[in-house]
Nanobody, 124 residues
Framework: QAQLVESGGGLAQTGGSLRLSCVVS????????VAWYRQAPGKEREVVAL????????EYSDSVKGRFSISRDTAKNTAYLQMNSLRPEDTAKYYC?????????????????WGQGTQVTVSP
């Protein structure tokens, strides 16, 4: 199973930006799609962005579309989430995960191995 290490979170003001990183080891990163998720206190984990294994296809939740951008660097086994125009409702712990199956990634309940996540807090 993959080892996932997320970083880059922190405190931002409304309208600000953050860039999250996800380093993947233990699986063939270059054959895996990648997804970013977030979980706010008291809420279920939700998927916010996905990118295909070649990076040709991306998908975003309606809540982040136009503000967040997912990318990947296969040479570095790393995926990124560029977050712009941040809002207080983006406050959550952010996680990444990988799988060959796009539909599995879209259903976080089907994934059993997670990293520690990185906290993003957006002040009003």
């Amino acid at each position: 199973q993959a080892q996932l290490v997320e970083s880059g979170g922190g405190l931002a003001q409304t309208g600000g930006s953050l860039r999250l990183s996800c380093v993947v080891s233990g699986r063939a990163f270059n054959s895996m799609a990648v997804a970013w998720y977030r979980q706010a206190p008291g809420k279920e984990r939700e998927v916010v962005a996905l990118i295909s294994w070649r990076g040709y296809s991306t998908e975003y939740s309606d809540s982040v579309k136009g503000r967040f951008s997912i990318s990947r660097d296969t040479a570095k086994n790393t995926a990124y989430l560029q977050m712009n125009s941040l809002r207080p409702e983006d406050t959550a712990k952010y996680y990444c995960n990988v799988d060959r199956n796009w539909d599995v990634l879209k259903n976080p309940g089907r994934l059993f191995s997670w990293g520690q996540g990185t906290q993003v807090t957006v002040s009003p």
